[in-house]
């Protein structure tokens, strides 16, 4: 494997070289910036990048603008930058925290080495991108994962999001539910900016989706479009009512 290290710290790229060394055989070439960076992965056609996000002369996602068409796998590496960490979430593009450590840096090379022939890392990369753009959030994309498929979803063809246990299952406009192996906490924190709430403990649910309150029950109902159902618990009905009333 081809292993490109773009980190402005030497001291970092040596370490992680160090790790990508003892993961198994692989070529690894370095560069310290955005500049050497995008002259790297022109001149070595890296199979994956590890990608530090904040550089001296500028960022990881300045790189990437500058790379028009991606045949690398990307993890990213970064130190707590919770701006850029939803931004990628939001890509399904996969991560590390600084410090790195060895276990998980071997398992994103793993599964970067699995999705090398998956060709979805372009689509990624623009979805990505959706998040440094003015576009509205209704018009943006996020990518879900299940085990066998990448899944680019409209923000604005989601109904709601229902917890499964430790999963959470997507309910959409004209399509098929899909299950994804995270919780529904995790997409609570993802989906809220654009507007999405929980209803109650399981649900959480796309506000421009909600056609009618149904007040027949103590809590009340929300009626979406589709005529799916969503019960609204007690706790949550004074803001559900207020959201409701300032839409």
């Known amino acids: 494997m081809k292993i490109l290290l773009v980190d402005n710290e030497k001291e970092i790229r040596l370490i992680l070289k160090d790790m990508v060394c003892t993961s198994g055989q692989h070529i690894i070439e370095e560069a310290d910036g955005v500049i050497s960076g995008i002259a790297k992965v022109n001149s070595f056609q890296p199979d994956i990048v590890l990608l530090d996000v904040e550089m001296n002369d500028g960022t990881g996602f300045d790189l990437l603008k500058q ?47 699995e999705n090398i022939s998956t060709q ?31 899944y680019f979803l409209k923000m604005n063809d989601i109904l709601y999001c229902e917890a499964e246990g430790s999963y959470t299952k997507f309910y959409l406009i004209n399509s098929e539910p899909i299950f994804v192996s995270r919780n529904l906490r995790y997409y609570e924190e993802l989906l809220a900016p654009a507007g999405f709430f929980r209803t109650h403990h399981s649900c959480l649910v796309n506000p421009s989706k ?15 479009e589709g005529g799916h159902t969503i019960p609204v618990s007690q706790r949550k009905k004074d803001f559900v009512l207020q959201l409701l009333e300032n839409r």
Do not use: C, W
């Not at 979805?120 to 018009?139: C, G, H, I, W, Y």
């Open 67 to 113: 790379i028009t068409d991606p045949s690398f796998q990307l993890i990213f590496t970064t130190a707590h930058n919770q701006y850029a960490i939803q931004a990628i979430k939001y890509s399904a593009i996969d991560y590390l925290l600084k410090p790195i450590d060895p276990v998980e840096l071997n398992n994103s090379l793993q599964k970067a080495k």
């Open 120 to 150: 979805t890392m372009q689509r990624q990369l623009a979805v990505l991108m959706q998040q440094f753009s003015n576009k509205p959030d209704p018009e943006k994309q996020i990518v879900i994962k299940d085990i066998d498929k990448t």
């Open 210 to 224: 909600i056609k009618i309150y149904d007040r027949k029950t103590d809590s009340g109902t929300l009626i979406l």
